[in-house]
């Protein structure tokens, strides 16, 4: 009987060890059902790439952005307003200049061609009146009784006194011809004159005229370098999202400076 009772209390121990097992197995696997399954976070990096932007200002102010400075698309890199107002400026001043070189000179009159007909009329009458005096004198002396002037001064005072005024008029008669003549000459020699001052004159003018038409062409020249100057004036704006990474000046030739904007683009999320 103490055998057999023993035999009974090892299997009871057995039976209590297995179902402990047991129910050890199944808190276990209650345990573990009840607990989250673990969570894996994706993260999408942001891609990177550079964008190089070169462009031309006069004025370093005309240049709106820094480096390190963050900006959106649309945001003004560059700026042109104030050298598009000076050249405005200046396009108005040459149209004007234009203008003002393109009137015409005062026309230059011609010398009129004389007749002389005051002096030549002042020449006939003159001559003629010389002429009637010296035929006066030819008749006179055919009318003396005697060819000897010492006679005739002696019985024909009276005629030889006449005849004395006749000598006299006729030298003032050819006094007044040479001074019509003299006068003939001289408003000729005025005619040459005024021909020759008006041939410098015309030199003048043409000179003139040459002077103007390259005025008007230098300042035509001017007008449309200001012209192309006007049409490259844009304002630069930024296309992407990003960060102006650097602002490298690449040199200066006259009035224009040569600027790089590199940006670092943001893509992604």
């Known amino acids: 009987m103490k ?3 023993s035999v009974v209390k090892v299997l009871g121990y057995v039976i209590l060890g297995i179902g ?13 059902a009840n607990q989250p399954e673990p969570v894996t976070e994706t ?6 790439s550079r964008h190089i932007i070169t462009l031309t200002i006069n004025q370093l102010d005309e240049l709106k ?5 963050r900006i959106n698309p649309g945001d003004i890199i560059s700026d042109r307003t104030s050298t598009k107002a000076k050249l405005l400026a200046k396009k108005e001043r040459l149209e004007t200049a234009i203008a003002q070189a393109s009137l015409p000179l005062n026309q230059l009159k011609t010398v009129p061609i004389p007749k002389f007909q005051t002096e030549l009329a002042a020449l006939k009458q003159a001559q003629f009146n010389l002429d009637v005096i010296v035929r ?7 009318s003396l009784h005697f060819k000897d002037p010492f006679y005739s001064s002696v019985f024909e005072s009276e005629k030889i006194q006449e005849l004395a005024d006749l000598k006299r008029r006729e030298l003032e ?3 007044n011809v040479e001074k019509a003549i003299a006068r003939l000459d001289e408003a000729k020699l005025n005619y040459q004159k005024q021909q020759y001052e008006h041939s410098l004159k ?8 040459q002077k103007q038409q390259e005025q008007i062409n230098s300042l035509q020249t001017q007008l449309d370098k200001v012209d ?3 049409e490259t004036l844009v304002s630069v704006y930024s296309p992407y999202r990003g960060k102006v990474r650097r602002v490298k000046i690449l040199g200066q030739s006259e009035r224009d400076i040569n600027v790089e904007v590199t940006l670092d683009v943001r893509g992604g999320r």
């Open 3 to 5: 055998r057999n009772w």
């Open 20 to 32: 402990a097992i047991a129910l050890t197995n199944t808190n276990t696997k209650q345990t573990q």
């Open 136 to 142: 006066e004198i030819d008749n006179f002396d055919s």
């Open 65 to 69: 952005v820094t480096e390190g400075q």
């Open 43 to 48: 993260t999408t990096p942001y891609s990177r």
């Open 202 to 209: 015309v030199s003048d003018y043409q000179t003139s005229l």
């Open 173 to 175: 008669a050819s006094i």
């Open 228 to 230: 192309e100057e006007l």
